[in-house]
């Protein structure tokens, strides 16, 4: 596929997701508010030198100019509010519509019912069916391209599912993630990839939710998913590098050793 023959979103659907980003932008005080008060107070849940973490990453995104495509390891269904949380400060994505990223829930376990729906769209969701017919993808394609071609962020889970073992599969993966880059790379070609690896202290595999009062450790790295290959060829090599950077950052995690006795006083109470 080249930039001249990527499929084009129709009016209605690009309406569709103007209106969407608009909306949700114009809620992020309530939504980031809601989403802080349930994870920080209600859950009990911090960070390990969140500061520090934010900071880091704001050095390396800043100066980016184009699209920005996030690929977090998964391990439970909150992933994506925890790292929404930890990636920016509450007031930022108001000004910043890319520091809000859209997400990519399964609609058969997300995308049903009133409340999940609405909560979907102030929250930036557009839903795919993992391993749906042909037309479903493709026309989700199509919207990731448009997101991609307004300069937004996205966030995407490369393994597709929550790791049954409690670490990043390196063998049993599939290419969906490295399609995805080298067709949107085609008409956004200063999409980046960046590797972020969230993983709770105590957290043993993949669960529902995070035990209460958890502290998450967070790191990161942006990788070069350019490549000489074209086709699945690229995909694949694109996959693959998404997935070692994601178990070389989970080799760095476990070389830790964690106590919260040798932690407690670490932790970061930035909000």
């Not at 802080?36 to 704001?58: D, M, P, Q, S, T």
């Not at 071609?149 to 993966?173: H, L, W």
């Not at 990839?193 to 939710?209: A, D, E, M």
Request: charged share 20%; net charge positive.
């Amino acid at each position: 596929m080249t930039a001249n023959d990527a499929p084009i979103l129709g009016l209605a659907e690009r309406l569709a997701l103007k209106l969407q980003n608009f909306v949700a932008q114009a809620f992020v005080p309530v939504t980031f508010l809601v989403i802080f008060l349930w994870l920080r107070l209600v859950r009990g849940y911090r960070i390990h030198h969140l500061a520090e973490f934010r900071a880091g990453l704001r050095r390396t995104l800043d100066s980016l100019p184009g699209p920005l495509l996030i690929c977090p390891n998964h391990l439970t269904m909150i992933d994506s509010l925890i790292l929404i949380w930890a990636m920016n400060e509450p007031w930022r994505p108001f000004f910043n519509s890319k520091a809000f990223p859209w997400n990519t829930p399964e609609r058969r376990n997300f995308y049903r019912g009133f409340l999940l729906k609405m909560l979907c769209y102030f929250g930036k969701c557009i839903p795919i069916v993992r391993q749906g017919p042909l037309e479903e993808q493709k026309r989700f394609l199509k919207r990731v391209q448009y997101v991609f071609s307004k300069g937004q962020s996205m966030m995407i889970f490369p393994e597709g599912t929550r790791s049954r073992s409690g670490k990043v599969d390196t063998e049993n993966f599939t290419y969906g993630v490295g399609k995805l880059v080298t067709e949107a790379q085609q008409t956004s070609k200063k999409l980046k990839v960046l590797c972020v690896y969230l993983r709770g202290i105590n957290q043993q595999s993949h669960s529902f939710l995070p035990r209460r009062q958890e502290r998450f450790y967070a790191d990161y790295q942006l990788i070069d998913t350019t490549s000489p290959a074209l086709g699945l060829r690229a995909a694949r090599a694109i996959s693959t590098k998404i997935i070692m950077t994601l178990s070389e950052l989970e080799t760095k995690f476990f070389s830790h050793n964690f106590s919260h006795n040798s932690l407690g006083p670490k932790w970061s109470e930035t909000t």
